[in-house]
């Protein structure tokens, strides 16, 4: 399997589990090999200035991971598998806007890929997970979430009762996500959970952009009040 297959799967992977499975990510674990304390930027070999930010990624060294990823893209502008570590950098990072244009980027390159007959297996199921992403990094953008309270929970779960019942005597409008039903929400809430860096479990709340993890009432108030003006 290539590089360029590969590094589908493994983005894919992350955005709709969280996790990054050991086996597909192999190739990013280079940096013993290539020595990225000693690297120097090679113009004839995007690859292999690539699998040099592939091993900072690894390392979580995303800063300078993002700096050689967007140095690739100047010299490559098609440079499909550059684009994807890009966005799943500043994803890391929590920048999910540029996250979310490095994606498309990315898709729009791919795109171009087939049209200059790329092949890869499932080549159109590959576009369509990618473009589903997308959606889901929208979703979750800070623009998209600023005027929104969304509670991620289940109904097994008392805690996520609890804050249901906070929002619903104070007279909130919320939106009630079970990520136990809705597969879609389940996505995002992996997504939120791995940018937070933080341990899975319900409930997740997202108050006007704030995202808190559990049931704390005075966070809650506090992030209400940053745009309601005070609401008691």
């Not at 992996?190 to 005075?218: A, C, D, H, T």
């Amino acid at each position: 399997m290539n590089n360029f297959v590969i590094s589908i799967i493994a983005t894919l992977a992350i955005i709709f589990t969280g996790i990054i499975p050991k086996d597909v990510f192999s190739f990013f674990s280079v940096a013993g090999a290539l020595g990225t304390e000693a690297f120097q930027w090679n113009p004839n070999d995007m690859d292999a200035n690539f699998n040099v930010g592939a091993s900072l990624f690894n390392q979580k060294r995303y800063d300078e991971a993002i700096t050689i990823f967007k140095k690739i893209l100047i010299v490559k502008p098609d440079h499909v598998d550059a684009y994807r570590a890009l966005g799943l950098s500043l994803a890391n990072k929590g920048n999910i806007e540029d996250s979310l244009t490095a994606f498309q980027d990315s898709l729009a390159a791919l795109k171009k890929y087939q049209t200059l007959g790329g092949k890869a297996p499932d080549h159109a199921n590959f576009i369509a997970l990618v473009e589903s992403a997308i959606k889901d990094f929208k979703a979750i953008s800070p623009s998209a979430q600023a005027d929104k309270v969304e509670l991620y929970g289940n109904r097994r779960c008392p805690v996520c009762q609890e804050a249901r019942n906070f929002f619903m005597k104070k007279g909130i409008n919320f939106v009630d996500y079970d990520i136990d039903k809705d597969e879609n929400a389940r996505r995002r809430f992996r997504m939120m959970i791995k940018m937070m860096n933080v341990r899975s479990g319900v409930p997740l709340v997202v108050i006007y952009g704030q995202r808190l993890k559990g049931f704390n009432q005075e966070k809650y108030q506090t992030a209400l009040n940053s745009k309601r003006g005070g609401l008691k």
